[in-house]
């Protein structure tokens, strides 16, 4: 997508758009299984819905690329992952309202498990919960570094955000997570000459930490990953007309959300909840970003049952949102999880738009085999889906004479 050309065409509107994202939605059948999680699924809502907009299959970034969440939102917003790069520690610091100063760098951290040998045996120290973190931070802040100033936040869960203050540092460094059990932690390698005082830095901490957390149980290390800097992104005002609220619960998308100038409202754990905040500010914002974390979490746990009953509870959920008459509805996710895989995978997203101007195609069931027939095709770009948004929300301008 040219996002110039579409600032050029942007108009005026006074339509509503609700993006519902179920993070990591993408599934596969489990070993032995024929249905992936979202076929397997009962949705009657999905499907009605399915029955009257246009879907397909989007992917992210290329064949064979597995997307992070980042990446997967960025393009969902409309914004190419490649063009910009934007580091999770970020994401993270700006999702827990951190007052980020010029070069400071941040990175995501994960409290994780390791054996006596070093070896990882869980990456999330048994979703420690975000007291327990909090408290670990605490011991961590104890870490002294020479010429750099420390900081550390618990995000949630088994999650904590790491940022580095001081002079010549760089957020070329390697990720220090194998993102995988049984191996051990990797180097802070320093990705180009620049960075070897930050690597020097950031490995000084990591043994540090390694003592301070030495006999604390599950969490007794860290991994960290996604050194960045923050970057300079036009909004979504400004690139696409829209007055954009983040209802979403999790700190990471709330940072990406302001990043991108979108208002992140105070919104609760439940999605009777989140709702519940879109009825309220219907009024106020053009388009909503609705966010559900729990089918990603479920896919990382292999839990293959627990993901289809999360799809479920959204279905049971689209009536409530669907009465509000939007414009637009999109119901999509952000990237592939399958619990067969427990992590991130490459397969294409499933995706519907809705709206009284689409030409509704033949699926109607809302799932990764049907939406291969849609008439979005079975492997669009991600980025192409903002345009499609804002056009049957009748508010693109036409090209040309």
């Not at 040998?117 to 909090?134: L, Q, S």
């Not at 960075?195 to 960290?224: M, W």
């Not at 979504?236 to 209802?247: C, E, H, I, P």
């Not at 989140?274 to 219907?282: A, C, P």
């Amino acid at each position: 997508m040219d996002l110039a050309l579409i600032q050029r065409l942007i108009k005026p509107a006074h339509t509503k758009i609700i993006l519902l994202v179920m993070d990591g939605l993408g599934g596969h059948p489990s070993e032995g299984g024929v249905y992936t999680e979202l076929e397997t699924a009962i949705t009657p809502h999905l499907d009605s819905l399915a029955a009257g907009s246009i879907c397909g299959l989007h992917q992210v970034i290329g064949p064979g690329i597995t997307p992070g969440s980042g990446p997967g939102h960025l393009a969902l917003f409309g914004y190419d992952p490649l063009r910009y790069e934007v580091g999770r520690g970020i994401l993270a610091g700006l999702g827990i309202d951190f007052e980020f100063k010029a070069h400071d760098v941040a990175a995501r951290g994960n409290f994780c498990t390791v054996d006596d040998a070093g070896v990882i045996v869980d990456r999330r120290a048994g979703r420690i919960p975000t007291e327990t973190c909090a408290e670990l931070c605490r011991k961590l802040s104890r870490i002294t570094l020479p010429g750099v100033e420390l900081f550390l936040a618990p995000v949630k869960d088994y999650r904590f955000l790491l940022v580095l203050r001081g002079d010549h540092l760089s957020e070329k460094v390697a990720d220090t997570d194998p993102l995988q059990t049984g191996e051990k932690r990797l180097p802070p390698r320093a990705l180009h000459p620049d960075a070897k005082l930050t690597a020097d830095r950031v490995e000084q901490f990591l043994e540090e930490a390694r003592k301070i957390l030495a006999d604390e149980r599950p969490a007794n290390s860290v991994l960290l990953r996604g050194f960045s800097l923050k970057p300079d992104i036009k909004g979504m005002k400004d690139s696409f007309g829209l007055k954009a609220a983040a209802v979403a619960s999790y700190p990471m998308y709330r940072g990406l959300a302001r990043l991108l100038g979108m208002e992140a409202p105070d919104c609760g754990e439940s999605m009777d909840e989140r709702i519940g905040v879109i009825e309220k500010r219907w009024r106020d914002f053009d388009f909503f970003f609705l966010h559900e974390k729990r089918t990603d979490s479920a896919g990382e746990d292999g839990d293959f049952e627990k993901k289809v009953a999360c799809i479920e509870a959204v279905d049971s959920a689209i009536p409530r949102l669907m009465h509000l008459q939007p414009d637009v509805f999109v119901v999509t996710g952000d990237h592939s999880t399958p619990a067969r895989l427990k992590s991130h995978s490459w397969h294409p997203v499933p995706v519907m738009l809705f709206s009284k101007m689409c030409r509704p195609d033949e699926v109607d069931k809302f799932c990764e085999r049907a939406c291969r027939s849609g008439y979005l095709g079975p492997r669009f770009p991600t980025t192409d889906l903002m345009p499609l948004v804002l056009a049957n929300a009748m508010r693109l301008n036409k090209f040309g004479a």
